[in-house]
């Protein structure tokens, strides 16, 4: 099993609608919580993140932790055709001052918004 | 400001051959980290060096090596190269280790093994 899961879609809607994307994780050690955009044959762009539980908001984008059932969600309001792209969830593990940097990734989620 | 910057952009290499890559991090990022794509896939970790040494190893092979240079840049060596190394290579910075959500990834090295 996976550390972290997520639905590789693809997931695809009209402009204007609300987008919901999620990920669930099995390791309880994950205290960050982050999302990237990858445009095609691009490197991924952070977008949100959040530390241990609890909702963030930026814009048109929404991120939400729920620690208790190992799943974070993020949402895009007014969805757009730009907004096509594939959306990665990645965690790091709390490791203190001096530790590491690794992420774990989910698959992504390819995203289509349709004129 | 630059952004991560990585080359080359594409390389196509045969199976058997070394190849390297390079990373230049964003101006005052301590922290490099490697990660190794296959089409479809999440990045999956290799290495991150912090200030010259490393802090990480992900699940890769005694063939990838990496190095981290007094200016932070860093190279990443793939040695005796098999058909399944090929992927996106994508170098992250960071101007920290440890406590930060702060990893910027530069636009990867695409490399091809035939």
């Known amino acids: 099993q996976k550390e972290v899961e997520q639905d590789p879609g693809p997931l695809s809607v009209p402009e204007g609608a609300i987008v919901s994307l999620n990920c669930t994780y099995s390791?309880?050690?994950?205290?960050?919580f982050m999302w990237y955009r990858q445009y095609s044959r691009k490197g991924p762009e952070l977008l949100m993140y959040?530390?241990?539980?609890g909702n963030k908001e930026d814009g048109r984008f929404t991120a939400q932790v729920d620690k208790s059932s190992k799943y974070i969600s993020l949402f895009i309001r007014d969805s757009q055709p730009s907004d096509s792209a594939t959306y990665l969830c990645a965690m790091k593990k709390r490791s203190g001052p001096g530790g590491g940097n690794k992420l774990t990734f989910g698959t992504g989620t390819q995203l289509k918004v349709e004129l | 400001d630059a952004g991560v910057t990585q080359s080359p952009t594409h390389l196509i290499k045969t199976r058997g051959q070394h190849v390297t890559l390079r990373c230049s991090p964003i101006s005052g990022h301590k922290s490099v980290s490697w990660y190794q794509q296959v089409l479809g896939q999440g990045p999956q970790f290799i290495f991150q060096y912090y200030e010259k040494e490393e802090r990480g190893r992900g699940n890769f092979p005694d063939r990838f090596s990496a190095r981290q240079f007094p200016n932070y840049s860093s190279e990443l060596n793939v040695n005796a190269l098999l058909l399944g190394d090929s992927a996106l290579y994508l170098c992250?910075?960071?101007?920290?280790?440890?406590?930060?959500?702060?990893?910027?990834f530069g636009p990867g090295t695409r490399l091809t093994v035939t």
């Open positions: 390791n309880s050690a994950f205290q960050y």
């Open positions: 959040t530390y241990s539980s």
């Open positions: 992250a910075s960071s101007p920290r280790t440890g406590e930060t959500y702060e990893q910027y």
